[in-house]
């Protein structure tokens, strides 16, 4: 088996997925995001039995992996839609936490270099409070970063297709030549 065979692009891209896709249920979890929790655990094991059946010559897993993948690729296509408030989809709804929390994504918190700026609220001046106004300065707002992960597991989601599907193509010509 050479080095860049489909076999070998393909468990490739799927440790790169299991890492991006690990890197993005530690996030998830930060931020008490259980829709996304959910689907990226069924992920993970997809891809794992996608190697599995690559490893052991099971074209059955891959073809599951190639199901999942059609499923996966429609999932991050909603987050985009979801934060980047497409198709009356809003980034502020409760769906990602499954309305059991009022969470939201931990990147909104904790984004890069952020700076906060308190700026005193001009409709609390006439009231006794002192409320203020926390405006970010950052150089990716947090919506962006979720659409860069979703994008970076479709172009992963993208690869990782093409490739099961040249292998579930290599498996069954293999197996026609040995009848």
């Given at each position: 088996m050479g080095c860049c065979t489909g076999r070998c692009m393909f468990i490739f891209f799927c440790a790169v997925q299991l890492i991006a896709a690990v890197e993005r249920q530690v996030f998830d979890f930060l931020g008490y995001?259980?829709?996304?929790?959910?689907?990226?655990?069924?992920h993970?094991?997809?891809?794992?039995?996608?190697?599995f059946g690559t490893v052991h010559y099971k074209p059955r897993y891959i073809i599951l992996y190639i199901?999942?993948?059609?499923?996966?690729?429609v999932w991050n296509i909603f987050i985009c839609c979801l934060y980047l408030d497409i198709g009356g989809l809003s980034k502020d709804s409760d769906f990602m936490s499954l309305g059991l929390s009022s969470h939201q994504t931990w990147w909104k918190e904790k984004s890069l270099d952020c700076k906060n700026i308190n700026i005193p609220n001009t409709r609390w001046q006439d009231l006794n409070s002192p409320a203020q106004v926390s405006e970010l300065g950052c150089i990716l707002e947090y919506q962006?970063?979720?659409?860069?992960?979703?994008?970076?597991?479709?172009?992963l989601s993208a690869m990782g297709f093409v490739?099961?599907?040249?292998?579930?193509?290599?498996?069954n010509e293999d197996e026609d030549t040995c009848l």
């Open positions: 995001q259980w829709a996304p929790i959910l689907v990226n655990f069924l993970v094991i997809v891809v794992i039995l996608g190697l199901v999942w993948t059609v499923f996966w690729v962006y970063i979720e659409v860069l992960h979703s994008a970076l597991q479709l172009f490739f099961a599907c040249y292998i579930v193509s290599f498996f």
